[in-house]
């Protein structure tokens, strides 16, 4: 699904941000990334999101090789990827309901295919009385939940989460967590950045730490619950 | 729009793009600039018309002038050489029409020189006699002035070329100028235009970035903003335009009513057909909104990794 080999990450001429990175994301696989602040996650996760690319390496996505596919190519395979992100802010004069579409008018769907499965998924994160509301009037949990609404709605090969959880209270994480378990059994492939050592020692899956750009180590973690 | 559309705020693909509320002052820039547009296109076609008009008055005619004799009977004198000079006339092939203008019209014609004092009336003006060349027919001036001083020795014939040749000359000039301020106002309309579709898609990189990003393909995000500009740009110079319509027809009006236009000039509203014409200003700075926008999104994208 998600394939790294010596991936090295600088922005313009600073130092390099991520070093020599390897590792494979599994088709279907549940992955944590983790490390302090400044190791480099959030550079990893525009890397595989295809916001940025490499400065060397090789990235490897759903079976096609980045250095070498054509420009073309990309918004088919963006389209794949649900993305929970801080960079990926919400369209301000949208309403929730129309940012959650969006990924499906990009794909090409009618509403009437897709409302009845928005209003499903806004109420089941406990927006359904606010589908109409715009951003600015939400608070940002509520904007966190729209967010992470619009990244699963399509159902994505591949679902990546900057700090998910970070601004909702500890029910409402819980809930966001088993919709990305319940997303994940369905066979998407689940990444999640998180400082939450909790969140990551409750949930069965892989954890990949990251320290000064580097991964220092790949473990399976407990499963307790999922 | 759906029922179910209407019930959670969901809005027709074309508006993903915002409408600016800051985009009204910009709108008005280019109703303005195309009121301007508009008002030069119209003048050019008034300019030209006038430079034809002008042309067609005067070829094809000759008018011959029969001065008063010095000495004699000058009324008698007078007839005679009329009478001669109008043989010659009608004896000079392609000569269609030959009039000799009346008393009352060679007095009109001196009006505006000397007025309505009857300080004339004693007074022996020439004869003028206007003659109409067939349609196609050149006159040999020379020739025909040898023949009527043989006829009609106080005879002068004036085939208009030298007013005719700087009545040219002015419209000519009155043209070019109204053909060189349109080509300024289509240069500063679309110089505007583009600047403020290219200052409004700076306000919207964010959003260009982030549609990029969720795997919008260029084409489609380039749809949406451009269709965006192109339906406020046609509005705002379709406003423009009809202003600029609307006050050509009222200069119209003002004849119609009793105010008359400056004598010499033409008449400075615009026929139908005209009026069609300036259709092509709104179609222009639409087309140009249009062009710019796409380009400018295209180049944004295109810088997006």
Request: glycine share 8%; aromatic share 6%.
């Amino acid at each position: 699904m998600v394939r790294f080999e010596n991936v090295g990450m600088r922005y313009g001429s600073g130092p390099e941000v991520l070093r020599d990175v390897s590792f494979l994301l599994a088709q279907g696989s549940f992955t944590f990334l983790t490390g302090l602040s400044g190791a480099g996650k959030t550079t990893l996760l525009k890397l595989i999101c295809l916001a940025e690319p490499p400065s060397r390496g090789l990235i490897t996505l759903f079976g096609e090789e980045l250095a070498t596919a054509r420009r073309g190519e990309l918004p088919a395979l963006r389209r794949r990827i649900g993305v929970v992100f801080q960079d990926f802010p919400l369209l301000s004069h949208l309403s929730a309901y129309d940012n959650v579409a969006l990924p499906l008018r990009l794909a090409g769907k009618r509403e009437a295919d897709y409302h009845r499965d928005v209003r499903e998924l806004l109420s089941w994160v406990g927006l359904g009385d606010r589908m109409t509301s715009k951003p600015a009037t939400l608070s940002g949990g509520e904007q966190q939940r729209v967010a992470i609404a619009r990244a699963v709605v399509a159902r994505p090969d591949l679902l990546i989460a900057d700090e998910p959880t970070g601004n909702v209270d500890p029910e409402m994480g819980a809930k966001l967590i088993r919709l990305f378990a319940e997303l994940n059994r369905l066979g998407t492939t689940v990444l999640i950045a998180t400082h939450d050592r909790m969140l990551v020692e409750e949930t069965r899956g892989r954890e990949i730490r990251l320290v000064e750009g580097q991964v220092m180590e790949m473990r399976q973690t407990a499963a307790r619950s999922a | 729009m759906s029922d179910t559309g209407k019930k959670t705020g969901m809005i027709a693909a074309r508006t993903i793009m915002p409408r600016d509320k800051g985009a009204a002052p910009l709108d008005f820039v280019i109703a303005v600039m195309a009121l301007l547009a508009a008002l030069a296109l119209g003048s050019s076609m008034i300019a030209s018309r006038a430079a034809e008009g002008w042309q067609s008055g005067l070829s094809g005619r000759v008018t011959v002038q029969v001065l008063p004799p010095e000495t004699g009977d000058v009324q008698a004198g007078l007839d005679a050489e009329v009478r001669s000079a109008l043989s010659v006339l009608h004896a000079t092939p392609g000569v269609a029409q030959v009039r000799v203008l009346s008393d009352g019209e060679i007095a009109a014609l001196v009006e505006p020189w000397i007025g309505k004092s009857g300080v004339v009336a004693g007074i022996p003006l020439p004869r003028l006699i206007d003659a109409t060349l067939a349609p196609g027919e050149a006159m040999d001036t020379a020739a025909l002035q040898a023949r009527l001083e043989a006829a009609a020795p106080h005879a002068v014939v004036d085939d208009h070329r030298r007013w005719m040749s700087r009545l040219q000359g002015l419209a000519d000039t009155v043209r070019y100028a109204a053909y060189g301020i349109l080509l300024l106002i289509a240069g500063a309309t679309a110089a505007v235009v583009m600047l403020s579709t290219r200052a409004g898609l700076d306000a919207h990189h964010d959003m260009v970035a982030l549609l990029h990003q969720m795997g919008a393909r260029a084409g489609f995000i380039a749809r949406n903003i451009e269709w965006h500009y192109f339906s406020s740009a046609l509005l705002a110079s379709l406003a423009g335009t009809v202003a600029a319509a609307l006050l050509f027809t009222g200069i119209g009006s003002l004849a119609i009513v009793g105010v008359d236009a400056v004598p010499f000039l033409p008449p400075l509203s615009l026929t139908l057909s005209e009026l069609a014409w300036l259709a092509a200003v709104p179609a222009v700075i639409a087309g140009i909104a249009w062009t710019t926008a796409r380009l400018s999104v295209l180049s944004v994208v295109r810088a997006i990794y």
